[in-house]
């Protein structure tokens, strides 16, 4: 089997987290213009004043070579505002372990506010000169909660 291109695996991503999304209840909108943002959605109604989100959607596959997930951020086109999220989407989830804390049957993703990304690669060093942001994850530290980031995983509750 040939690789997939990386824009196959991107927009496969970004249709999988569209359907989580509209399966909790936001409405959801794509722009046009791919700027840094892949969706936009309207929380699910409240009877309150509509809340919209920014999300930019960062797809992964596990390699082969290193057995990790792998995701990077430019710090150019990074989109700080606490209503953008960045998600890291888990394109072939059946290699996250079954017993890995809050995995999905359905979808798996890194679900972080643009701040908290921020703060999470300042702390690593990151950011500095122009350099991007990465994060890199193995089955087996998914599977014994070693690895700092997986408090974000499949944390739809932070999205408000």
């Known amino acids: 089997m040939s690789k997939e291109a990386p824009t196959v695996v991107g927009k496969r991503g970004e249709q999988k987290f569209i359907t989580a999304l509209m399966e909790r209840g936001f409405s959801v909108f794509v722009p046009v213009v791919d700027v840094g943002i ?32 792998y995701w990077y951020v430019d710090v150019e086109g990074f989109r ?5 999220y960045y998600i890291f989407v888990f ?3 059946q290699s996250i372990p079954p017993t890995t804390k809050n995995r999905d049957n359905n979808f798996n993703a890194l679900i972080i506010s643009s701040p908290d990304l921020q ?18 994850i193995t089955p087996s530290s998914l599977a014994n909660g070693g690895t700092k980031w997986m408090k974000y995983l499949n944390q739809w509750a932070s999205i408000k």
């Open 119 to 136: 703060r999470e690669f300042r702390k690593q060093g990151r950011w500095r000169n122009g350099h991007e942001g990465n994060i890199s």
């Open 38 to 69: 892949d969706v936009i959605a309207e929380a699910p109604f409240t009877r309150q004043p509509p809340r919209y989100f920014a999300f930019q959607v960062k797809t992964s596959t596990l390699s082969k070579k290193s057995n990790s997930w």
């Open 80 to 84: 700080y505002s606490k209503m953008v």
């Open 91 to 93: 394109d072939d989830a």
